[in-house]
């Protein structure tokens, strides 16, 4: 029997509702002490794949391990003694204060020490004397997070894990995940926030339409970036090789052209310097936001070029 090194392995899993195909024969492994990034739109099949991985839903096909053990909705119990979970949306006992709910998910773990909570609340700083179903969102969010990471489980699953935390608490989480990255847990995320997966992920996984399209290092995609450039000239000018026109028009201050570029920067400075009547270039760097943008509309154009 080969053995691995995976704490989580999910295979082929497809998930449809009906004639919806909201997943679509997805597969990735993530090794003990990774963190991942899930990234997409609203609908590309996070969520979906997510709750499947907790056993919420039952896969129409395909397969997922963790622990070394299939994950079923009958079964799945049996390993969240070693996970930790936090959604945006988590539906928590409103009727409890946070304090109350905080006891009663150490006794679901097992768990007697509460020195890592205390720890938590001192980061966090939530409402633990009122009903969670009086709280904020924020403070909601607050609490879900501390439940999550508190028993210092061996992976947590996190699904859009800043939604309703004010920029100070995003901050504050970011801290939190490299602690657990440094301590070995191993994280798995979906987000939004572009910025907060390349700030603490390793790997990023792209997926779009239900379906895994891109797999890549947090690395390399910084390294997709390149550079935006702006160029203001009194004729209208061709961009280098290695680029992608973002914007061009025409106004009283002569042609502007902007776009994104790649290449090597001996050449971009032998392109500017053949421009004639150059008024006025800027040079920054490309986001990683926009790098991401540049992949998906790469990825979605050499499918369509397939069809």
């Known amino acids: 029997m080969k053995i691995n090194n995976?704490?989580?392995?999910?295979?082929?899993?497809?998930k449809r509702y009906g004639m919806s195909l909201a997943v679509n024969n997805v597969s990735f492994d993530i090794k003990k002490g990774?963190?991942?990034?899930?990234?997409?739109?609203?609908?590309?099949?996070?969520?979906t794949t997510i709750n499947s991985m907790l056993g919420f839903l039952r896969p129409t096909t395909g397969d997922i391990?963790?622990?070394?053990?299939?994950?079923?909705?009958?079964?799945?119990h049996?390993?969240?003694?070693?996970?930790?979970?936090?959604?945006?949306?988590?539906?928590?006992?409103?009727?409890?204060?946070?304090?109350?709910?905080?006891?009663?998910?150490?006794?679901?773990?097992?768990?007697?020490?509460?020195t890592r909570l205390h720890e938590l609340i001192k980061q966090f700083d939530p409402d633990q004397n009122k009903r969670i179903q009086d709280l904020s969102r924020g403070n909601k969010q607050?609490?879900?997070?501390?439940?999550?990471?508190?028993?210092?489980?061996?992976?947590?699953?996190?699904?859009?894990p800043t939604s309703g935390l004010d920029p100070l608490m995003q901050q504050v989480f970011?801290?939190?995940?490299?602690?657990?990255?440094?301590?070995?847990?191993?994280?798995?995320?979906?987000?939004?926030?572009?910025?907060?997966?390349?700030?603490?992920?390793?790997?990023?996984?792209?997926?779009?339409?239900g379906q895994l399209i891109k797999d890549i290092p947090t690395s390399a995609l910084i390294g997709e970036g390149g550079k935006v450039i702006r160029v203001v000239s009194k004729y209208a000018v061709t961009p280098p090789l290695e680029s992608v026109v973002l914007t061009q028009?025409?106004?009283?201050?002569?042609?502007?052209?902007?776009?994104?570029?790649?290449?090597?920067?001996?050449?971009l400075q032998q392109w500017l310097i053949g421009i004639p009547n150059l008024i006025d270039f800027t040079i920054v760097d490309h986001t990683a936001e926009a790098a991401f943008d540049d992949l998906y509309a790469l990825e979605t154009s050499e499918e369509n070029e397939n069809v």
């Not at 990774?34 to 969520?47: H, M």
């Not at 003694?81 to 946070?98: H, P, R, V």
């Not at 939190?176 to 790997?203: P, Q």
Request: proline share 1%; net charge positive; aromatic share 10%.
């Open 65 to 76: 391990t963790i622990f070394g053990q299939i994950i079923r909705p009958e079964t799945a």
């Open 142 to 160: 607050k609490i879900a997070l501390i439940a999550a990471f508190m028993a210092s489980p061996q992976l947590v699953i996190l699904d859009e």
């Open 249 to 267: 028009s025409h106004g009283s201050k002569g042609h502007e052209l902007s776009f994104t570029y790649k290449g090597t920067a001996t050449k």
């Open 174 to 209: 970011i801290e939190l995940i490299r602690e657990e990255s440094a301590r070995g847990t191993t994280v798995f995320m979906s987000s939004h926030y572009l910025n907060e997966v390349i700030d603490v992920c390793s790997r990023i996984l792209l997926i779009r339409d």
């Open 78 to 114: 049996q390993s969240h003694d070693k996970i930790g979970f936090a959604s945006g949306d988590m539906s928590l006992f409103g009727n409890l204060t946070g304090a109350q709910y905080f006891n009663f998910a150490l006794r679901r773990y097992g768990q007697k020490d509460k």
């Open 34 to 47: 990774e963190v991942v990034g899930f990234v997409g739109l609203n609908g590309a099949g996070k969520s």
């Open 6 to 14: 995976f704490i989580v392995s999910v295979s082929k899993l497809t």
